[in-house]
């Protein structure tokens, strides 16, 4: 388990996507969110639309729908006005988006 400092947000920062980092990072500009991996309840997307919706922000969910139930089960959240259900992407709009995150220094940075 990570130590309650490294879970706290700092201003101006936003968080590491992978353990292990050593400097926060700076706070990127740009109006839209993106949310990338598989669609199911165990990756939880619903959450980050939630999210973005508190933040007054869209969002681009891109990934494969592994459960289609959960999406009908939050169906109002995933159709929402500032949600993007992509999908699964590949080719050049899946490069699209890896360039759009080397843009924002997320170059390198996994989830696990």
């Known amino acids: ?28 500009a740009g109006d ?5 991996g598989r669609i199911d309840e165990e990756k939880a997307p619903h959450i980050a639309i939630l999210a973005a919706r508190i933040a007054g922000r869209r969002i681009r969910i891109v990934g ?24 699964e992407l590949g080719g050049t709009r899946i490069s699209a988006c890896r360039d759009a995150g080397r843009r924002a220094g997320l170059a390198g940075r996994h989830v696990r």
């Open 1 to 28: 388990m990570w130590p309650a400092s490294s879970t706290r947000p700092t201003s101006g920062t936003r968080p590491a996507l992978s353990t292990g980092e050593e400097t926060a990072l700076p706070a990127g």
């Open 32 to 36: 839209g969110l993106i949310w990338l």
């Open 64 to 87: 494969p729908v592994f459960d289609a139930a959960y999406v009908e089960c939050h169906g109002t959240l995933f159709r929402a006005g500032h949600v993007e259900l992509a999908g």
